[in-house]
């Protein structure tokens, strides 16, 4: 009944998920190059709890059909179905290139890349849980030093207007002790992150700083208070400059 009627739905334009699956373990590596690119690859294990029809799979991608046409890499264990729009990013759906088997571990790999930026002093990333998972991992490697990370699950009373309250709200958790808290590793060039037990629908934000990045945005943080505006005001009145804070980069969704 559950497979007539998501066929029927997704005729109509309404994709219903494929629920009987669950994820034991997924790991998230995003791969920063000296130019500041990123390469995202995405390793899942999936356990089938029945088996999917054309379809019901599909990997979500945080890029657009245009930017996603060569951006997404080949999946060396699947077959691509066909991509759509998924609110502002791609879906791409697919089918094993082997049979599945009910209840036996199925292993699946996907991934991306990310165009550089200017700034290399912070950055911040999301992940987000889709089906029954286990425990979710993510670790970056880039080729400079991170000073401190933190992460917390995003609130869901809460809406970050810009980037600015994003980096606020983050800065208020750096030192709270959290069983989410990231681990700097490898003199400080690999920050790792491990959820266990997320529930669907939980968002978790991950952000690193290097020590330039963390002062940066302090002071930002500060120049845009209300009272950093108003002395920012005054200064301008007499000819002085205000300092201009850095930008979070965002990895990926």
């Given at each position: 009944m559950m497979k007539f009627l998501r066929r029927t739905l997704r005729q109509y334009g309404f994709d219903m998920p494929f629920r009987q699956m669950v994820c034991p373990a997924?790991?998230?590596?995003?791969?920063?190059?000296?130019?500041?690119?990123?390469?995202?690859?995405?390793?899942?294990?999936?356990?089938?709890l029945d088996l999917p029809q054309d379809g019901d799979l599909r990997d979500i991608y945080p890029l657009s059909l245009v930017e996603a046409e060569?951006?997404?890499h080949h999946s060396p264990d699947s077959r691509e179905i066909?991509?759509?729009?998924?609110?502002?990013?791609?879906?791409?759906?697919?089918?094993?290139?082997?049979?599945?088997v009910r209840y036996a571990a199925y292993d699946h790999q996907c991934g991306w890349s990310s165009p550089g930026w200017d700034s290399q002093a912070s950055l911040y990333t999301e992940m987000a849980c889709e089906m029954r998972t286990g425990i979710q991992t993510l670790?970056?490697?880039?080729?400079?030093r991170f000073e401190t990370a933190v992460a917390f699950k995003q609130p869901r009373w809460q809406t970050f207007k810009n980037e600015r309250s994003l980096v606020k709200y983050a800065l208020?958790?750096?030192?709270?002790?959290?069983?989410?808290?990231p681990v700097i590793r490898d003199n400080g060039q690999r920050v790792?992150?491990?959820?266990?037990?997320?529930?669907?629908?939980?968002?978790?934000?991950?952000?690193?700083f290097t020590a330039e990045g963390l002062e940066e945005w302090k002071q930002r943080l500060k120049d845009t208070s209300f009272a950093g505006r108003l002395k920012g005001f005054f200064a301008g009145l007499s000819g002085n400059r205000r300092r201009e804070g850095v930008q979070a980069n965002r990895l990926f969704t």
């Open positions: 997924q790991l998230k590596t995003i791969r920063v190059d000296a130019e500041w690119r990123a390469t995202v690859s995405v390793q899942s294990t999936y356990v089938f060569g951006a997404i066909t991509r759509r729009r998924y609110g502002t990013g791609t879906a791409v759906y697919w089918r094993p290139r082997q049979g599945l670790e970056i490697v880039a080729p400079l208020a958790h750096l030192d709270t002790n959290s069983e989410q808290r790792e992150l491990r959820i266990v037990g997320p529930k669907v629908g939980e968002r978790y934000v991950c952000m690193a």
